[in-house]
């Protein structure tokens, strides 16, 4: 809202014992003026007041509200001296009503600036309230409202509670209620209005709703049933029956407890009365909670309200003593705050190594960490081994290793040398991977599995997983990622050589992982978003992939583009996804096999520190950038079907591209992906093409999975993507 064109009104109207105060922020255009009595000048130029009234205009719910009892005196004390107290509501609408605002911090800010120092009697309570407004832009709207009581008081505010109204749409979209703190609870209380479906997390890491959460799923399937779920639409570790719990015409009160590890749910507001659901937490589940989110469902809305008692205020006109204790604290919590960001940064850089290690020196350079917080680092370090996330191989040298949590355990062997595999090893199928969630993705669609990390102290360490996928004999592998220099690109071609050597002759490549999306700003069929897959394969060609090492731009002419394209002759691989494609598209109305293979590899890949759900819709964002350089957000195309919903994972078909050159730059990624066919970018891998060319291997294929609209490199969707690419790889092998 534009503040220069914009005025505060305020409305009073008396209602039987209840006198109502609304103050609200209006643009001139929508004043009546014909209802207003007196427009003020000096301090309060810019607060119009209107005409007294009997009743007030139909708003929208509030978004929070403050109640408490008050001694505000009107003019004078009653006739014997004493004070009366009055019962005062303070209600809240916001200008973004989902936006980022903490609402129990400004609610409660505004208060304090209200009463500090505090108004003599209600007259200035108004005034005060009116000129604060003022300074709070992000509050559109305040209702005052005072119930006159006859009840004796000594003391000007008594307990303030705050309520909060969070409101959830007819989708399952998790909203964070940042104005609920549960990290120093073991309870939460709170009232919802819904048909249905109205879900609660729990989650120990704010904004993931997957890992590390639980969810309370309240009047599901069709109002009839609850559940506590392991994550996000987990599997069910409770469940009752619960006919009618919910309802969409009235707040009904609940609570939930997680004292003693013990999850607990009941009916009404007193902790541990009206219990209808409980749940041991298993030892390898027990973590803090440390945020609470609310969702419905595409069948039904959702009104949440949660209260929260707030401390006294302070007199602010009283110089304030710094208490070296809450200061100290402070530090502490910042200074934590810090390396846990430093500590994921370890970790990622250990991750883009591996299968190599680090030493701990190389590792703090890499991160930037200065020579006076070698020691910190080190309890960094060691913190990450007790989690069970890396290991030290001796003269400090440090590798990332998968945790073994809620997976499907398999054998991990840290040896020298390369053990001698029999016959009956035989590898039929080689998997290539570049990043660690590529390859834990990769790893958990193989049965049967067994892990080789061949460490070596020269930098040039392997790492096979053995296994089955479906009737194949298959074979995992990384590059590392520690540089980009070009000693890293003759290790992705000793990888080719060294697979060629241990596993004899090498039959068919897999190379599954992550890229970025060509999108159709018009064309639903050939438009390619996050999450969707795409598999290099081009109708009556053999090419697989096409790398470009040079852009010339000729003027009135365009680009011209220096390129090489491999193509493969085998053409096994090809014609299995010819047949799955075919299988697929003649049977839509079977859900396609890579999608239950997603959805169950989801819980072997829970334990893992990386989060493979997939992200919220809403950071899928489609931009086009104009000839002038201007870029505007666009919508996605849709399909006609009336039916179709967001999120579903398709497979496109297509020729994949690798090349920085063109990938980055907005006007080259459109132009040479229209002149080539392409459906999707990765961050080229020329070098491994070059060397399977060199070993005589003639099948390949490339199977991406979109995380986003360059190279593949956004972190946010690079877990979900890998698990999208893998779960097709695994349905593709299985139809062989």
């Known amino acids: 809202m534009d503040t220069s064109t914009e005025e505060i009104v305020m409305t009073a109207a008396k209602l039987y014992n209840n006198s109502i105060m609304r103050l609200e922020r209006k643009p001139k255009k929508d004043i009546d003026f014909g209802q207003v009595h007196h427009i003020a000048g000096g301090p309060y130029k810019g607060i119009l007041v209107n005409k007294t009234r009997t009743s007030m205009d139909d708003v929208r719910q509030s978004d929070g509200r403050l109640e408490f009892m008050a001694v505000i005196h009107q ?68 209702e005052l409202e005072v119930v006159e009581s006859n009840e004796d008081g000594d003391e000007s505010f008594g307990p303030i509670k705050s309520f909060i109204s969070v409101f959830t749409p007819n989708s399952y979209t998790y909203q964070f209620v940042p104005e609920v703190t549960i990290s120093n609870k073991t309870s939460v209380c709170f009232a919802v209005k819904a048909s249905e ?171 930037k960490i200065e020579k006076s917080n070698m020691i910190p680092a080190m309890v960094g370090l060691k913190d990450l081994q007790k989690r069970g996330l890396i290991r030290e191989l001796g003269e400090g040298s440090w590798v990332r290793i998968p945790t073994d949590e809620e997976t499907v355990k398999h054998d991990v062997n840290i040896l020298d040398e390369v053990p001698k595999f029999s016959g009956r090893e035989k590898i039929n199928i080689v998997i290539i991977t570049s990043l660690y969630c590529e390859k834990l993705a990769v790893d958990a669609m193989i049965d049967n599995k067994i892990t080789y990390l061949i ?59 992550v890229g970025g999306a060509v999108p159709s700003y018009s064309d639903y069929q050939q438009h390619v978003r996050l999450g969707d897959v ?53 049977f839509k109305s079977r859900s396609p096999l890579w999608i239950s293979i997603m959805e169950e590899s989801l819980d072997t890949l829970k334990g893992q520190e990386s989060n493979f759900h997939r ?47 063109v990938s980055k730059a907005n006007d080259l990624r459109l132009d040479f992906a229209k002149q080539f066919n392409i459906k999707c970018y990765d961050s080229g891998y020329s070098t491994i093409f070059d060397s399977l060319e060199q070993n005589n291997v003639n099948s390949v294929l490339v199977v991406r999975g979109m995380s986003d609209y360059q190279d593949g490199h956004n972190k946010e969707w690079q877990c979900y993507a890998s698990l999208a690419a893998a779960s097709y790889m695994k349905a593709l092998l299985i139809s062989m």
Not at 476 to 495: F, M, N, P, V, Y
Not at 550 to 570: A, I, M, W
Not at 622 to 647: M, Q, S
């Open 455 to 513: 460490h070596s102290k020269e930098g040039d360490s392997e790492v096979y997983t053995i296994g089955k996928i479906g009737k194949q004999r298959v074979v995992s592998c990384k590059l590392s990622l520690h540089s980009e220099s070009q000693d890293d690109q003759t290790l992705a071609e000793d990888t080719i050589n060294k697979l060629h050597k241990n596993f004899g002759g090498i039959q068919h490549v897999l190379m599954v992982g």
């Open 615 to 661: 992200p919220s819709i809403r950071t899928d964002r489609l931009y086009y950038t104009k000839p002038d350089g201007t870029i505007i957000e666009c919508d996605h195309p849709r399909p006609e079907d009336v039916h179709y919903t967001d999120g579903n994972t398709r497979v496109l078909y297509g020729l994949v591209a690798g090349s920085k050159l």
């Open 75 to 142: 003019k004078q004390q009653t006739q014997d001296g004493d004070s009366t107290q009055d019962s005062w509501t303070i209600r809240f609408w916001f200008v973004s009503r989902n936006g980022p605002v903490n609402k129990n911090n400004v609610m409660s800010e505004y208060f304090r600036d209200v009463i500090n120092p505090k108004p003599k009697n209600y007259i200035g309570f108004v005034k005060k309230a009116l000129i604060v407004l003022r300074e709070y832009k992000e509050i559109e709207r305040v």
């Open 197 to 367: 479906d109205a879900h609660v997390a729990l989650s120990a890491i704010y904004g993931d709703v997957d890992r590390k959460t639980f969810e309370i799923a309240l009047g599901c399937d069709g109002n009839m049933v609850s559940y506590i779920r392991d994550g996000s639409l987990g599997n069910a570790k409770a469940q009752i029956k619960t006919p009618y719990l919910l309802s969409d015409d009235e707040l009904k009160q609940f609570w939930i407890s997680w004292k003693d590890h013990r999850l607990e749910v009941g009916k009404g507001d007193q902790i541990g009365f009206g219990r209808f659901l409980n749940w041991a937490i298993p030892p390898n589940r027990r973590f803090n909670f440390n945020c609470i989110s609310v969702s419905t469902s595409r069948k039904s809305k959702g009104v949440w309200e949660f209260t929260e008692i707030i401390d006294e205020f302070p007199d602010e006109s009283i110089p304030k003593k710094k208490d070296p204790i809450k200061e100290a604290k402070k530090a502490k919590v910042i200074s934590k705050i810090l390396w846990i960001a430093k500590k994921e940064r370890m970790l990622l850089k250990l991750e883009d190594a591996y299968p190599n290690s680090l030493t701990a020196d190389t590792l703090f350079r890499l991160c």
């Open 534 to 586: 795409v598999v290099s394969l081009v109708n009556n060609s053999s090419k697989v992939y096409i790398n470009c090492s040079k852009v010339e731009h000729q003027p009135g002419l365009g680009y011209k583009y220096t390129t090489k394209t491999f193509s493969f002759t085998d053409q096994t691989l090809s014609s299995a996804v010819k047949s799955l494609r075919q299988e697929t598209e003649t």
